[in-house]
């Protein structure tokens, strides 16, 4: 609890202990004998009133004096200084109703103030990302500085138990790092020297030297953390309803109530010859203002979208706004991407096929032209070259999307890439029998023989593909560039039911159009890409979902809702999530709006009074932010 919830605690106990108090007093002593005793009674309650109530009565006229009359404190000032008016007049001595509606209004805000602040507590610790330092090694000391500070290409040292401050790669050391915190998998990750590491992932056994690769603010943790925080500033559709209801909602409540404390004394003087009692009627428009209280909906859906957010980012899926979350629910299609989606994206070289040059020259000229690029192709044949390249050599490199690479190599012009490539350049190729990704070589204009590569399919994919149909996706479409009988074979191995292949990436858009055309209105399409030739495709989806933060920034830029561990399985988890979510924000609409209907109705015919009305106001509230906190939950989704 902080300072002000304790406050608030200490005015609830003061404010009931006098009450109950004077409700004894006036149980001993018949104020009604004494002169001017139900005055005295009246003051020595406005002792507990305002002890309780006098920060919801500044805030109600503040809302006056600003023109914003119609919220939830100008309903509970009116309501309980109504209740007291006609305790006067009718000189009950009944003032305790009015305190007890403030006493129990300050108690449902106390506790939803409470269970606010905890769960975005929790959410931050789960997020517990931010590194506070990293050690440099500087003339023989290590020192600790802000993370902020290092620069690019510097060494930096993390022990055991620390948090990797900045990206980079490995330059001497081995351990396994625990990656929880941000792909949601509890087995570590064994590294060695020369991988990449991310930030945020907690170095568990040897010391690593780690050579940074970026500033701390393009590192991965800044970019999740800018993103978890930016989160909540991107309304859903149902909260920007409840916003507008609220705006409605209230002064048409009051509106009503001014009109039944009216209406009925008058038709009943006017038309029924009968006495108007107004105190009467007066009072049940009272209890129906406390009743309509529209604070269950205001508070607990922003909270179920805020804990949705936070449950799914510990399970290692990243949304950037509750709008996603609620798209994500009501996703029938997915489009999928292959090379680095539902495949490793890592290729072995099966084979060389040459004619002029060495297999070994061959493979050295396509590493070489490949050397600048972050395509998955390109990377792993350069693993597959072994030797360091000397990207000296390289001049004038040209990536041509979806088809491959041109560069000049030692004076040679090199190309390198698919049959579309090869045709482009108005060269003759020879086919490959080997089913797999096939990479043509030409040097100076002259065809020089290509490699055959392949790629695994991800362990995953298969139960992913198989979880998405359980769950209730429509169709699942693969858009590919690679070679049609590659692409088919994936489609038959993962059981998906429509693929498109060879297509570059403006045709991915073209056919992801195609496909958003055809279907139903209210249904959803996702596309899953690692961002690599396709983020264009990410950005035009409805929901666009990226593989991969641990890798490609364009991914992160371009998607909706990243996958921090590759794992395609996560998919479907991140639907379910997104279900969950939406069934509880539903549930709490319908619960709360169904109770205070029935409320309001037994309000109006005075069956209701103001005890039940500031019990059912405050029970539904407190019922909603429990149902509202259960979305943080997530783990056997
Ligand atoms: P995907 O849609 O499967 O992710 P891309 O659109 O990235 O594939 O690439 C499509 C095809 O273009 C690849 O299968 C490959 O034949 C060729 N290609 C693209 N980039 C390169 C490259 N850097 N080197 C060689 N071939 C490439
Ligand atoms: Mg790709």
Redesign the pocket.
């Given at each position: 609890m902080n300072k002000k919830q304790k406050k608030m605690l200490i005015r609830i106990i003061i404010a009931f202990i006098l009450s109950i108090m004077l409700k004894l007093i006036t149980k001993l002593v018949d104020f009604n004998t004494i002169t001017a005793g139900n005055y005295i009674i009246f003051v020595l309650y406005l002792i507990p009133y305002f002890v309780i109530g006098y920060d919801i009565l500044k805030k109600a006229l503040k809302g006056i004096k600003n023109r914003q009359v119609f919220d939830e404190n100008f309903l509970m000032a009116v309501a309980t200084i109504g209740a007291l008016s006609i305790a006067l007049i009718e000189k009950s001595t009944e003032y305790t109703e009015a305190v007890a509606v403030m006493l129990f209004y300050q108690i449902g805000e106390l506790f939803q103030s409470y269970a606010v602040g905890k769960s975005r507590k929790n959410i931050s610790e789960l997020m517990d990302i931010r590194p506070d330092y990293a050690n440099i090694e500087q003339n023989g000391n290590i020192e600790r500085v802000d993370p902020d500070k290092v620069e690019i290409g510097s060494i930096i040292l993390v022990k055991p138990g620390e948090k990797i401050p900045i990206d980079g790669v490995i330059d001497e050391g081995k351990s396994s790092l625990d990656t929880s915190a941000l792909t949601g998998e509890s087995v570590p990750r064994g590294v060695n020297t020369g991988d990449e590491v991310t930030s945020g992932c907690i170095n568990l056994e040897g010391i690593l030297k780690i050579r940074t690769s970026k500033e701390f603010c393009e590192s991965t943790v800044s970019k999740i953390l800018d993103l978890v925080e930016n989160a909540s500033s991107r309304k859903s559709k149902s909260e920007n309803f409840i916003s507008r209801f609220a705006k409605i909602y209230t002064p048409a409540v009051c509106y009503s109530a001014l009109a039944l404390a009216v209406i009925p004394p008058i038709v009943r003087i006017a038309f029924m010859n009968l006495p108007p009692l107004w105190g009467e009627w007066i009072y049940r428009a009272l209890t129906f203002l406390v009743i309509s209280c529209p604070c269950a909906l205001v508070i607990s859906i922003p909270l179920s979208f805020f804990a949705g957010i936070g449950g799914a980012g510990n399970a290692g899926v990243l949304i950037k706004g509750s709008n996603y979350l609620e798209e994500l629910a009501k996703t029938k299609y997915v489009v999928f991407?292959?090379?680095?989606t539902v495949t490793e994206g890592v290729f072995e070289v099966d084979g060389v096929h040459h004619n002029v040059l060495e297999k070994k020259e061959l493979l050295e000229y396509t590493a070489l032209a490949?050397s600048f690029?972050t395509?998955p192709?390109?990377r792993s044949i350069i693993m597959a070259y072994g030797k360091k390249v000397n990207q000296k050599r390289v001049k004038n490199v040209q990536?041509i999307?979806?088809?491959?690479?041109i560069a000049k190599v030692d004076k040679k012009e090199v190309a390198?890439?698919?049959a579309k490539l090869m045709k482009k350049l108005g060269l003759n190729y020879s086919e490959c029998h080997n089913v797999g990704?096939v990479?043509h070589v030409a040097i100076n204009g002259e065809y020089h023989g290509h490699i055959v590569i392949s790629d695994k399919i991800k362990p995953s994919s298969k139960e992913a593909i198989r979880k998405l149909k359980s769950i209730g996706i429509k169709q699942t479409i693969m858009?590919?560039?690679?070679?049609k009988e590659v692409a088919d074979a994936v489609a038959d191995e993962l059981e998906i039911s429509e693929v498109y292949s060879e297509?570059l990436?403006e045709d991915k858009v073209e056919k992801l159009e195609e496909i958003l055309k055809k279907k139903n209105k209210g249904d959803v399409l996702a596309f899953v890409g690692d961002g690599?030739?396709?983020a264009p495709v990410l950005t035009r989806a409805d929901v666009g979902i990226a593989m991969g933060a641990m890798g490609s920034d364009a991914a992160i830029e371009a998607a909706d809702i990243v996958l921090m561990d590759d794992n395609p399985l996560k998919l479907s988890k991140a639907i379910r999530i997104s279900k969950k979510c939406m069934r509880i924000v539903y549930e709490n609409i319908y619960f709360a709006i169904g109770i205070k209907s029935a409320c309001l109705i037994l309000g109006m015919f005075g069956i209701a009074n103001m005890w039940i009305a500031i019990f059912a106001d405050v029970g539904v509230m407190v019922i909603a932010v429990i149902n509202a906190i259960r979305t943080l939950f997530v783990k056997n989704l």
């Open positions: 991407d292959k090379t680095g490949e690029s395509h192709i390109s990536e999307s979806g088809c491959g690479i390198v890439g698919n990704t990479v858009l590919t560039g690679d070679k297509l990436p690599i030739n396709d």
